[in-house]
C-alpha cells in the first residue's frame, strides 16, 4: 500500500517564528489533505490541495504532485498552533491515508 | 451550516461487552466514514458508507460494523470488545464519495476506553 512519510516527526518554536513541514508519499495520489489535531483530538481542516499553493492567513501549502510532496509553512507561530499537523492522500479508493504526523509545540 | 457531530463523548467498557457509536453529518453531506486512532498514531480507515451500503472497508475484522440511515447519521459498532480496541474513533461526512472536490469533515471523535 502507498506509503505517507511525514518530516519532522517532532518540532519546538519559539512563539513567533515560521516552520515548514513536509509531506512525502511513494505512489501517485488524486488527492491530499491537511490536518492540525488540537490537544483536544480535534481533526481540522487546513488544506484541501491536489496541487499548486493555497494561503489562508499565517498557513500556506503546496503540493507538488508529479515529484510526491506537500508542504505546509507556517508563519509567526502562535502558541494555538500547538498540536499535531497529519497530511492525508486519496488514492483510487474511498478513504484517507494518513502520514505519520508532525508533532509541533509552540512555546511563548 | 451544521458540522459533523459524535457522541458519546468518552466511554468505558469492559472486554468482550458491545458498543455503539453514533455520528451525525455534516448537513448537505450523504458519505460518511469511520476512522480509528490508536494513541500516537494517525487515524485508520475502518469504512464507508453511501446510500445505506458500506461501500469501501479498510483491515478491520467484521466484529466492526456499521450502519447508515436516510437522514444520512451513521453508527459504529464493535462487537466482542478488546483492549486494543481502546482508541480514537473519528467519523468523517464528505458531499459524495468520489474524491474529487469532496472533502473529509471530522467530528470531534468518541474516546474510547476498554478495560
Known amino acids: 500500500g502507498i506509503q505517507v512519510e511525514q518530516s519532522p516527526p517532532d518540532l519546538i518554536l519559539q512563539e513567533g517564528a515560521n516552520s515548514t513541514l513536509r509531506c512525502n508519499f511513494s505512489d501517485s495520489v488524486n488527492n491530499l489533505q491537511w490536518f492540525h489535531q488540537n490537544p483536544w483530538g480535534q481533526l481540522i481542516n487546513l488544506f484541501y490541495i491536489p496541487s499548486g499553493t493555497k494561503q489562508n492567513g499565517r498557513l500556506s501549502a503546496t503540493t507538488v504532485a508529479t515529484e510526491r510532496y506537500s508542504l505546509l509553512y507556517i508563519s509567526s507561530s502562535q502558541t494555538t498552533d500547538s498540536g499535531v499537523y497529519f497530511c492525508?492522500?486519496?488514492?483510487?479508493?474511498?478513504?484517507?491515508?494518513f502520514g505519520t504526523g508532525t508533532r509541533l509545540t509552540v512555546i511563548p | 451550516e451544521t458540522g459533523v457531530t459524535q457522541s458519546p463523548t468518552h466511554l468505558i467498557k469492559t472486554r468482550g461487552q458491545q458498543v455503539t457509536l453514533r455520528c451525525s453529518s455534516q448537513s448537505g453531506h450523504n458519505t460518511v466514514s469511520w476512522y480509528q486512532q490508536a494513541l500516537g498514531q494517525g487515524p485508520q480507515f475502518i469504512f464507508q458508507?453511501?446510500?445505506?451500503?458500506?461501500?469501501g472497508r479498510g483491515n478491520f475484522p467484521p466484529r466492526f460494523s456499521g450502519l447508515q440511515f436516510p437522514n444520512y447519521s451513521s453508527e459504529l459498532n464493535v462487537n466482542a470488545l478488546e483492549l486494543d480496541d481502546s482508541a480514537l474513533y473519528l467519523c468523517?461526512?464528505?458531499?459524495?464519495?468520489?474524491?474529487?472536490?469532496?472533502?473529509?469533515?471530522f467530528g470531534n471523535g468518541t474516546r474510547l476506553t476498554v478495560t
Open positions: 492525508a492522500v486519496y488514492t483510487g479508493a474511498n478513504n484517507l491515508f
Open positions: 458508507y453511501y446510500r445505506e451500503e458500506e461501500n
Open positions: 468523517a461526512s464528505r458531499q459524495r464519495p468520489g474524491q474529487y472536490n469532496s472533502p473529509l469533515h
